[in-house]
């Protein structure tokens, strides 16, 4: 039966959640997608998924359980588990990828050993220094969004680490997310061009002398108010900056329904008022909900790693295997690969 599928690799083990969450999700995604176009290799404690899985019929039928019998802690510490990871439900399933059995895996485990094992098992792309956590932001009207990277992985980047993230950020923005030429700006405290530290004044000053050689529209340095505003598509920046402005985002937008929810319990105009308003709270909640952005990708990778929240419901992990599926399908790293190779000329100047 998975000949003919996609097929996504799942530490069903991971996450404040555990197996409940990961086994509702995925029941959850091909209950919305018809059970069709994605199998699953599942990857966990054998006896207990299979347990699980009679209340899952659905997900019996368009899965395979292996076993993994160990286990790594939201907790573990990176140099305490990568040696001693073999077998465990996170690095099986990204074995799975590695050997090309699967085209993607999902997790809700521990990030930073799911980014190590995951860059130690799957390579980088050629062209590519680093990996770089990503995922699309809430931003502007309607539905738009926009890309910001490096999110986490990488707490010191230099020029030309911010070089190759703008070219992940671009093509991911084209491809995933249906921005033909994307508006792509660089991080800073100010627009002004003499604000900032070296490195973003070394990337910038690049990207500036060949605006119009770029694949992306560059506008130069933004400010996180951009972000919100919708001026700019992909932001890029480095993993320390880009992890504090996602749970900003994510923060606001716990205030802003919690805001809402109290206001809305004070008095009976504003439970009526709200009633006439039911269709704008819901667009407001898709908007604003982190689960709704559920999955981030360790892009740049030989392989797709998808990390969603550690505290995921199934909600959050139907989107994060939506979002694998979506990767899965697109030749994204053919794209990052051949752009990386047309751009090495520019990037080599940040040699010299």
């Given at each position: 039966?998975?000949?003919?599928?996609?097929?996504?690799a799942?530490d069903?083990?991971?996450?404040?959640?555990?197996?409940?969450?990961?086994?509702?999700?995925?029941?959850?995604?091909?209950?919305?997608?018809?059970?069709?176009?994605?199998?699953?290799?599942?990857?966990?404690?054998?006896?207990?998924?299979?347990?699980?899985?009679?209340?899952?019929?659905?997900v019996?039928?368009?899965?395979?359980?292996?076993?993994?019998?160990?286990?790594?802690?939201?907790?573990d510490?990176?140099?305490?588990?990568?040696?001693?990871?073999?077998?465990?439900?996170?690095?099986m399933?990204?074995?799975?990828?590695?050997?090309?059995?699967?085209?993607?895996?999902?997790?809700a485990?521990?990030?930073?050993?799911?980014?190590?094992?995951?860059?130690?098992?799957?390579?980088?792309?050629?062209?590519?220094?680093?990996?770089?956590?990503?995922?699309?932001?809430?931003?502007?009207?309607?539905?738009?969004?926009?890309?910001?990277?490096?999110?986490?992985?990488?707490?010191?980047?230099?020029?030309?680490?911010?070089?190759?993230?703008?070219?992940?950020?671009?093509?991911?923005?084209?491809?995933?997310?249906?921005?033909?030429?994307?508006?792509?700006?660089?991080?800073n405290?100010?627009?002004?061009?003499t604000k900032?530290?070296e490195?973003?004044q070394?990337?910038?000053?690049?990207?500036?002398a060949?605006?119009?050689?770029?694949?992306?529209?560059?506008?130069?340095?933004?400010?996180?108010?951009?972000?919100?505003?919708?001026?700019?598509?992909v932001?890029?920046?480095?993993?320390?900056?880009?992890?504090?402005?996602?749970?900003?985002?994510?923060?606001?937008?716990?205030?802003?329904?919690?805001?809402?929810?109290?206001?809305?319990?004070k008095?009976?105009l504003?439970?009526?008022?709200a009633?006439f308003?039911?269709?704008?709270?819901?667009?407001?909640?898709?908007?604003?909900?982190?689960?709704?952005?559920?999955?981030?990708?360790?892009?740049?990778?030989?392989?797709?790693?998808?990390?969603?929240?550690?505290?995921?419901?199934a909600?959050?992990?139907?989107?994060?295997?939506?979002?694998?599926?979506?990767?899965?399908?697109n030749?994204?790293?053919?794209?990052?690969?051949?752009?990386?190779?047309?751009?090495?000329?520019?990037?080599?100047?940040?040699?010299?």
């Open positions: 039966m998975e000949n003919d599928k996609k097929i996504i799942i069903a083990m991971g996450g404040d959640k555990g197996p409940a969450a990961v086994l509702g999700g995925i029941n959850q995604f091909l209950y919305q997608h018809n059970e069709s176009g994605v199998y699953f290799h599942i990857f966990g404690d054998e006896k207990r998924l299979r347990k699980m899985l009679a209340r899952y019929p659905r019996a039928r368009n899965s395979t359980v292996i076993n993994a019998p160990g286990v790594i802690r939201m907790t510490k990176i140099r305490d588990v990568i040696r001693h990871a073999q077998d465990t439900s996170m690095y399933a990204i074995k799975d990828v590695r050997e090309g059995n699967a085209s993607a895996v999902v997790s485990g521990n990030t930073g050993v799911l980014m190590s094992l995951a860059k130690l098992a799957l390579k980088t792309v050629d062209g590519i220094s680093r990996p770089a956590i990503t995922t699309m932001l809430p931003s502007g009207a309607g539905d738009s969004r926009v890309v910001v990277l490096d999110l986490g992985a990488n707490v010191k980047c230099d020029a030309g680490d911010l070089f190759d993230f703008a070219i992940l950020g671009g093509v991911y923005a084209e491809v995933i997310g249906k921005m033909p030429r994307p508006k792509l700006g660089v991080l405290i100010g627009e002004e061009t900032g530290n490195t973003l070394q990337i910038n000053n690049l990207l500036t060949h605006r119009d050689e770029l694949p992306y529209e560059y506008l130069g340095f933004v400010e996180p108010t951009d972000i919100s505003a919708g001026r700019v598509q932001v890029v920046t480095d993993g320390f900056t880009g992890n504090i402005v996602l749970k900003t985002v994510e923060g606001t937008a716990k205030l802003i329904k919690r805001v809402i929810s109290e206001n809305m319990k008095s009976w504003a439970i009526i008022g009633f308003l039911v269709h704008v709270f819901k667009r407001l909640k898709h908007k604003i909900d982190p689960r709704s952005y559920a999955g981030a990708t360790f892009l740049g990778l030989k392989g797709f790693a998808v990390k969603t929240h550690g505290n995921s419901d909600l959050a992990f139907a989107n994060a295997i939506q979002y694998a599926a979506d990767l899965a399908k030749d994204l790293n053919d794209i990052i690969r051949t752009r990386a190779a047309n751009m090495a000329p520019i990037r080599a100047e940040l040699q010299e």
